[in-house]
């Protein structure tokens, strides 16, 4: 049988998706995630700050620092030679790059004013750093990855995929109300309870699931946490409903949580 010469597209093809290119994608990706909110984050003047539905205290916004230093971290570490054809970077590798990148596009479309795609890629980093933290944490389970491979991955993905789930939730409320999709009020409020039981959901399921003992699902849990307590104190004197289904959630994860260990 004659065996064909690959043709130009199937050499473009392999070259964009082979190791060297992932490990530069994240590499570029994780420095614009650092550098394009810093240098080129969103500004509202006080009138033009989008409603406050659900949003947490102003304190919880710094886990964007450890965020940065571990999404560094990992760009650093997966970048060596020896981790270049590691299965688990392969696997768990892509979805965090398309993770950092997001986080890296979401400053300049909303300093823009292009709120809608802004929202689609607080969406983005919700699934990809998602996506990229289950792979993590069934090598991890799986023993797959070395105490270091779990320090340099695990910090990463876990508090990004919380992050970028509770900044999800919170701008989507925010967003339709800010749209009159929704109408401020009762009706708003409704709406942003509903988002936090969705966010507890998804916690419970990670405190609770089959890989709720991997690193990376603590880290996930304790982000998500975070975020809730946020919300507590940013909504305990304006939205008394919005505050206790916060409370319930975090206090549902840290139950089911000590229950299954």
Same mark, same amino acid.
């Given at each position: 049988?004659?065996?064909?010469?690959?043709?130009?597209?199937?050499?473009?093809?392999?070259?964009?998706?082979?190791?060297?290119?992932?490990?530069?994608?994240?590499?570029?990706?994780?420095?614009?995630?650092?550098?394009?909110?810093?240098?080129?984050?969103?500004?509202?003047?006080?009138?033009?700050?989008?409603?406050?539905?659900?949003?947490?205290?102003?304190?919880?916004?710094?886990?964007?620092?450890?965020?940065?230093?571990?999404?560094?971290?990992?760009?650093?570490?997966?970048?060596?030679?020896?981790?270049?054809?590691?299965?688990?970077?392969?696997? +768990?590798?892509? !979805?965090? %790059? /398309?993770?950092? &990148? @997001?986080? =890296?596009?979401? #400053?300049?479309? *909303?300093?823009?004013?292009?709120?809608?795609?802004?929202?689609?890629?607080?969406?983005?980093?919700?699934?990809?750093?998602?996506?990229?933290?289950?792979?993590?944490?069934?090598?991890?389970?799986?023993?797959?990855?070395?105490?270091?491979?779990?320090? +340099?991955?695990? !910090?990463? %993905? /876990?508090?990004? &995929? @919380?992050? =970028?789930?509770? #900044?999800?939730? *919170?701008?989507?409320?925010?967003?339709?109300?800010?749209?009159?999709?929704?109408?401020?009020?009762?009706?708003?409020?409704?709406?942003?309870?509903?988002?936090?039981?969705?966010?507890?959901?998804?916690?419970?399921?990670?405190?609770?699931?089959?890989?709720?003992?991997?690193?990376?699902?603590?880290?996930? &849990?304790?982000?998500?946490?975070? #975020?809730?307590?946020?919300?507590?104190?940013?909504?305990?004197?304006?939205?008394?409903?919005?505050?206790?289904?916060?409370?319930?959630?975090?206090?549902?994860?840290?139950?089911?949580?000590?229950?299954?260990?």
């Amino acid at each position: 049988m004659t065996v064909l010469p690959p043709r130009s597209t199937d050499r473009v093809w392999a070259a964009a998706s082979g190791d060297h290119s992932r490990q530069a994608l994240t590499c570029v990706a994780a420095a614009a995630q650092v550098l394009l909110p810093t240098f080129y984050g969103p500004r509202f003047r006080r009138e033009d700050a989008p409603p406050n539905v659900i949003q947490p205290a102003p304190y919880a916004f710094t886990v964007w620092f450890p965020i940065f230093a571990s999404s560094i971290v990992y760009a650093i570490h997966q970048a060596r030679g020896p981790a270049r054809t590691r299965e688990t970077w392969r696997g +768990a590798g892509w !979805p965090l %790059a /398309g993770a950092f &990148a @997001a986080t =890296g596009i979401w #400053a300049p479309l *909303v300093r823009s004013g292009r709120f809608w795609e802004a929202q689609a890629a607080l969406a983005a980093i919700a699934v990809l750093a998602e996506t990229g933290r289950r792979r993590i944490a069934r090598a991890e389970l799986n023993d797959e990855l070395t105490a270091v491979e779990v320090a +340099a991955a695990a !910090p990463a %993905a /876990g508090m990004l &995929a @919380a992050w =970028g789930q509770a #900044a999800c939730g *919170v701008n989507l409320a925010s967003m339709l109300v800010a749209r009159d999709i929704v109408p401020a009020g009762p009706k708003a409020a409704a709406v942003g309870v509903s988002l936090l039981a969705a966010l507890g959901a998804l916690g419970a399921g990670v405190v609770s699931g089959p890989e709720r003992a991997s690193v990376s699902s603590r880290v996930y &849990a304790g982000t998500l946490l975070w #975020a809730f307590a946020g919300v507590v104190i940013g909504q305990r004197g304006r939205s008394a409903p919005a505050a206790a289904t916060a409370g319930g959630a975090a206090l549902t994860m840290l139950v089911l949580g000590a229950r299954k260990r």
